[in-house]
């Protein structure tokens, strides 16, 4: 049997290959950019370092895209919502591209299948990119990838990227923090809805969108809506150049995802116009070097074998009160510095 560690590692790409790469992504070629994403998923250095390279070389083709955050409850429509819009916009003449943040392991096989399915008119549509989150690593990890995607996706012309991602950890503030409009789908309901949503995520939301409002439920999607925009009110909001609309739509049906979009757009329109806009993505920016350094910096905590043999240990004794933390810091990084 050949198994992985049998066969002879894949050699990184040269130069010559980057730019070649460079080069089928400018040309929005589909098969080139899902290769360079694989690329960029690597933890191989070799890898790591042509991705960068690679990286450094698309620059200047990216940044011209709307990058809009949709988080929510887990059911709530997120995938339906962007199958509506992104089929909407594709009609439109823009190129969508579909990405997730989810460092949780919920979206094994079934999940990716079942998104395929609510997906189902993007799925099939030659001008939409659908990519699931990357399968591993942790939430800085994977919001590091999928900001690199989010960038090759530019670089390929995709002028609309919607990022999905499920209310985990800290995963809505990974996607804040990599998207120009975040936007908050809530469900219709009596008065506790309000709690059923974290305060820090509401925080964030540049627009609430209480879905599902159809049939029976428009009546109860209004009055969530009306509840919300009420504490809305007496938050301070996210910028001084918007207050954040809520509204009610029907992804299933279609119905508010043009208002939804105009929405965007004029949010788009104000914080261009204010400077907010490319201040907001400087700064995301700079924080994304800091969040990938972090991860390369403690990428040897996870990898060197002899230190995470004795990291239980060490916790056990820290936690014993037998070994002082400071002194631990100490002799971890002893460790790491051999
Ligand atoms: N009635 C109604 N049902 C909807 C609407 N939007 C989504 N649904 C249904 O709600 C269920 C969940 O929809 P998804 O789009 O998969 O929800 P999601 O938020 O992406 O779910 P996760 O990715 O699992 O967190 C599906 O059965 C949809 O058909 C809507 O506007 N109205
Ligand atoms: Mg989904």
Redesign the pocket.
């Known amino acids: 049997m050949v198994t992985s560690a049998d066969r002879p590692a894949a050699p990184p790409p040269s130069p010559h290959d980057v730019e070649r790469i460079a080069r089928g992504i400018r040309a929005g070629e589909r098969t080139v950019l899902s290769r360079a994403i694989t690329l960029i998923e690597s933890k191989r250095a070799d890898h790591r370092r042509s991705a960068a390279t690679l990286m450094q070389a698309l620059l200047k083709e990216t940044g011209q895209a709307v990058r809009v955050g949709i988080t929510?409850?887990?059911?709530?429509?997120?995938?339906?919502?962007i199958d509506a819009l992104g089929s909407m916009l594709s009609a439109q003449d823009h190129k969508i591209a579909v990405l997730a943040v989810d460092p949780s392991s919920r979206r094994t096989g079934g999940?990716i299948l079942?998104?395929k399915t609510?997906m189902a008119r993007l799925g099939n549509d030659p001008s939409a990119f659908i990519r699931p989150s990357p399968s591993s690593g942790t939430l800085g990890g994977v919001a590091a990838k999928t900001r690199e995607t989010m960038l090759l996706c530019e670089a390929a012309g995709y002028d609309v990227v919607l990022v999905?991602t499920?209310g985990v950890g800290q995963s809505e503030i990974a996607v804040a923090d990599m998207t120009d409009f975040f936007l908050v789908?809530a469900l219709p309901g009596a008065g506790d809805e309000l709690q059923a949503l974290k305060k820090g995520v509401v925080e964030l939301a540049d627009m609430i969108a209480v879905?599902?409002?159809?049939?029976d439920?428009v009546a109860r999607a209004k009055l969530a809506a009306s509840q919300f925009g009420a504490a809305l009110h007496i938050l301070s909001p996210r910028s001084p150049n918007w207050s954040p609309p809520v509204i009610t739509?029907?992804?299933?049906?279609g119905d508010g995802i043009e208002a939804l979009w105009s929405h965007i757009l004029d949010h788009r329109r104000r914080l261009a116009e204010s400077g907010e806009l490319t201040a907001r993505r400087g700064e995301q920016q700079v924080k994304w070097m800091w969040t990938m350094l972090e991860e390369r910096m403690f990428e040897p905590l996870r990898s060197d074998r002899a230190l995470k043999a004795a990291l239980p240990r060490i916790e056990a004794d820290v936690a014993a009160g037998r070994l002082a933390p400071a002194a631990a810091v100490e002799k971890i990084a002893a460790m790491l510095a051999e």
């Not at 929510?72 to 919502?81: I, Q």
């Not at 879905?211 to 049939?215: L, P, Q």
């Open positions: 929510g409850a887990p059911g709530v429509g997120k995938s339906t919502l999940s079942a998104d609510r999905e499920v789908l879905n599902k409002a159809d049939g439920n739509c029907s992804a299933l049906k």
